[in-house]
């Protein structure tokens, strides 16, 4: 005879199997519902007034000697070189047009940022699938990214460099090299740490609206070039600060005191140096351009 707490036990297990993977679906349709409520108006409206969702053809009437239609393929050279260059440069500080940056030092520093921020986030997301266990599969995957990253950065930049010098000023190189470094730091050489579900489902359906938008932004891109602006990202910057927080989180426990006690407040004074040359750089060049 089986006793009546084993039964229970099987009867839970079997069924928290059933209902885990339903609750994780009802989690995204209802966040699902979330968004077209708020924001669903706004493409039913262009359809009523403008004939289409995205009003395409009051664009092209409204800028048509400005703006024309390209239909380039994911193969063209602009989407892998002038697409994430001015994505990124808009993104942190770019005025006037896209005419007007800061000092090429401060944004290397923006771009040691992002590295850094990527290699974390990476390196939660290949820890995410297992609740934080790294396995021997797991490392493997980070090296060959961090490799890759590292390969790209660098390759990109003397691509567009041409010259030595461009390999250590670069921006894709800083950012693959700062990337690279993070991420084996963080998956091959630390210890695993736990992560709970609802951290998990979270994580999931944020980064979905993420994927979503940058497929959105690469289609938008593909039929209307010179559309690699950073204020496109704009729609997502919560889900990605949530992500990018939770991912620091996570790492905040596998780095020495010592980091973790500096981490934050280094982060603040270069930010606030770094906004502060921006800004500068900006009005400078409204006054005298």
């Not at 009051?58 to 000697?65: D, T």
């Not at 047009?97 to 401060?106: Q, R, S």
């Not at 986030?121 to 490799?147: C, D, H, N, Q, W």
Request: glycine fraction near 8%.
């Amino acid at each position: 005879m089986v006793p009546i707490d084993e039964k229970l036990i099987g009867l839970d297990v079997r069924w928290n199997a059933r209902v885990e993977p339903m609750r994780a679906l009802m989690f995204l349709v209802v966040a699902a519902a979330g968004s077209v409520t708020s924001a669903g108006w706004y493409f039913l409206r262009n359809m009523l007034v403008f004939g289409d969702p995205m009003a395409s053809r009051f664009k092209v009437e409204l800028l048509g000697a400005v703006a024309q239609p390209s239909n380039l393929s994911l193969l063209d050279p602009y989407m892998y070189t002038s697409l994430p260059s001015g994505l990124f440069r808009t993104f942190w500080a770019s005025f006037g047009w896209v005419t007007i940056e800061p000092p090429d030092a401060t944004m290397i520093g923006y771009a040691a940022l992002s590295g850094l921020l990527l290699g974390t986030t990476l390196a939660y997301f290949i820890a995410l699938p297992r609740r934080g266990l790294v396995g021997r599969p797991e490392k493997i995957l980070a090296i060959l990214i961090a490799s890759a990253a590292a390969f790209v950065g660098v390759a990109g930049t003397w691509a567009a460099g041409g010259r030595a010098r461009a390999l250590f000023v670069g921006f894709s190189a800083v950012a693959g090299i700062c990337m690279a470094g993070s991420l084996v730091h963080l998956v091959v050489l630390a210890p695993r740490r736990p992560i709970a579900r609802s951290e998990r489902e979270i994580v999931v359906t944020l980064s979905a609206a993420i994927a979503l938008l940058f497929a959105e932004l690469i289609l938008y891109n593909i039929t209307w070039p010179n559309t690699n602006q950073g204020r496109y990202l704009y729609p997502v910057l919560a889900p990605l600060a949530i992500v990018s927080a939770l991912a620091v989180k996570h790492a905040a426990g596998r780095v020495s005191p010592l980091l973790r006690g500096w981490a934050l407040p280094a982060l603040i004074v270069f930010l606030s140096v770094a906004w502060t040359i921006s800004f500068h750089s900006g009005m400078a060049g409204f006054h005298f351009w």
